[in-house]
Each structure stands twice: as structure tokens, then as C-alpha cells.
């Protein structure tokens, strides 16, 4: 009779034959098959058509790898994906009058100093065609006589005073301006309590 090897011998035979050795499982397997994935641009087999495991293309099995579904579209914005739209539909149900009124009042100033500018700007090119010289000329030629040097269009339409009236007006539009910006805050404000305020609908690409 054939010696026996005892419990935890390697190397034990029975009957004169080696037992086989243990099956390992492969890491990360965890007794389920490793899921297949497939590179981008190769065709996926027909549903139910075995495939030898977790195999990219270039043949090499990819162990623990997820695998897309075929089926999921891709939505990237690849040259051949589509852009999707959201759309959000929203409402301004209220105006916080302090912020229209520094908003306002920032503008109007940019508005007043832009209609000095323009107006010394006017004011010089058209002395400097000498247009302003042309007209007192003609107006004392008009009005003017021996004993009277006639009308001096310059004492009405001087460089001084038109910038101080612009000037004026610049202020005054700063002051107008920013009062009827917070006024009509209000008012909106008053309306949209009744109303519901005005309703925007926003559009994001992706």
C-alpha cells in the first residue's frame, strides 16, 4: 500500500497520483467576469457573442475596467457630439431701489462727462474752421454802424460759457437721471406685487 502523507505535507500523493493544485482566482475578480471595454471607434459584437474578456483593441485585457454600455449616445462636445440646450424660465419679482440708484448714478455721471467732452470738442473744431469768426463778421456787417461796432456773437457763444453751460447740463442730467431711475424702481416694484413681475427665459449650451 502506497504511503499516505499526512495533514499540511506538501508534496502528499495519494494512491500514487498527485492531487491538482488549487484554483486561484485572478485578482479583483471576486468570482464575477471581468467586464469588456472597448477603445473608442471599435465596433461593439452583436448582442450575445462571447468576447474573451476585458480586451481593448490593442489586445491586451484590462482588468477591473468599466465598461460603457453601447447603447448610451455620447453627448461630448466632440466634433461629432451635439451641444444640449437647458432652458430656465425665470421671473423678476423684485428691484433693489439703492442698487438702481448707485447704477444710475454712475451712468448719468458717464453721460454728463461725455457731453462736456463733445461739447468742448464741437466748440474747437468749429473755431478752428473759423465758421465762429464768419458769423461775427457777417453780424457786424449786419447790425454794425459808424458809432457801434455792431453785435459780437463771441460774448454769447464764448469757449467759457458754453462749457459752463454744458457743464449745467450735465449736472442736472446726473440729478434727473438718477431720480427717476430709483423712482421707477419702485414703481416696478409697486407693479410687480400685483402682477408677478416680468418672466425671462434663459438659455445654457453645453
Known amino acids: 500500500m502506497p504511503p499516505v502523507g499526512g495533514a499540511g505535507q506538501s508534496g502528499a500523493t495519494l494512491g500514487g497520483q498527485t492531487p491538482p493544485p488549487p484554483s486561484t482566482p485572478a485578482p479583483g475578480s471576486g468570482g464575477f467576469s471581468q467586464p469588456t471595454t472597448y477603445s473608442k471607434g471599435q465596433p461593439t459584437p452583436a448582442r450575445g457573442t462571447r468576447t474573451g474578456g476585458n ?45 438702481v440708484m448707485k447704477v444710475s448714478f454712475l451712468l448719468s455721471v458717464a453721460v454728463g462727462i461725455i457731453i462736456i467732452v463733445a461739447a468742448a470738442v464741437l466748440w474747437m473744431t468749429l473755431d478752428s474752421l473759423g465758421v465762429f469768426d464768419s458769423l461775427s463778421k457777417t453780424l457786424k456787417d449786419v447790425t454794425g454802424s459808424d458809432s457801434n461796432g455792431g453785435l459780437n456773437l463771441m460774448d454769447y457763444i464764448g469757449f467759457g460759457k458754453v462749457m459752463t453751460f454744458t457743464t449745467l447740463i450735465g449736472v442736472v442730467d446726473i440729478v434727473l437721471l438718477t431720480a427717476l431711475s430709483t423712482l421707477s424702481a419702485f414703481i416696478y416694484n409697486a407693479a410687480a406685487g400685483f402682477t408677478g413681475g416680468v418672466e425671462l427665459t434663459l438659455a445654457e449650451e453645453d
Open 55 to 99: 480586451t481593448p483593441a490593442g489586445g491586451t485585457p484590462v482588468p477591473g475596467a468599466a465598461r460603457r454600455p453601447s447603447g448610451t449616445p455620447s453627448t461630448g462636445g466632440g466634433p461629432g457630439g451635439l451641444g444640449r440646450t437647458r432652458k430656465a424660465r425665470l421671473r423678476v419679482t423684485k428691484v433693489d431701489p439703492w442698487s
